[in-house]
């Protein structure tokens, strides 16, 4: 009977007592998702530049076609691009573009300024890419003059 005790004991407390588990990860396992954050991270970080690249281009050229529209109104007030003030009779000496919001907007990627002091027929607009834009080399700098042709020094489809 004391053996059969022993077995009974032995058997319960078997049973009460927890099997150890494993928890955690181990370091095989942490360093495959390790090469799988790196792999994701070099194919996303160079198209999320990319896209954050061609986001600030296109600011630039909406605030190149908002400082046109600026332009087309002040020569239909003073029939002339050259001109402004009250009475229109001060010329231009020194071009300068008003200070509208999109100009702040984008004034970290692009430096916007007229190429040439505007004439009384004649302005062009340039948006040239300065700080993080400045490695744009596919479209560069963007113009666009009082005709409304639009250009790029690198390539076409800089404006969509």
């Not at 300068?96 to 907007?105: F, K, V």
Request: hydrophobic share 45%; net charge positive; with cysteine.
């Amino acid at each position: 009977m004391r053996h059969h005790l022993k077995t009974v004991i032995s058997n319960m407390h078997r049973r009460t007592l927890p099997i150890p588990r494993q928890n955690g990860f181990t370091l095989v396992e942490l360093m495959i998702v390790v090469a799988i954050v790196a792999i994701l991270a070099a194919v996303a970080y160079p198209s999320y530049q990319s896209h954050v690249q061609k986001t600030r281009r296109a600011a630039a050229a909406a605030c190149l076609t908002e400082l046109s529209q600026w332009m087309e109104r002040n020569h239909t007030t003073c029939l002339a691009y050259n001109l402004t003030g009250a009475a229109c009779g001060t010329a231009m000496t020194t071009a300068q573009l008003p200070a509208l919001q999109c100009r702040n907007d984008v004034a970290i990627a692009y430096t916007i300024a007229f190429a040439a002091n505007p004439t009384a027929s004649a302005y062009t607009l340039n948006a040239v890419p300065r700080g993080p834009q400045a490695s744009d080399t596919r479209c560069g700098t963007l113009t666009l003059n009082q005709a409304g042709t639009k250009g790029a020094v690198a390539a076409s489809g800089c404006w969509n």
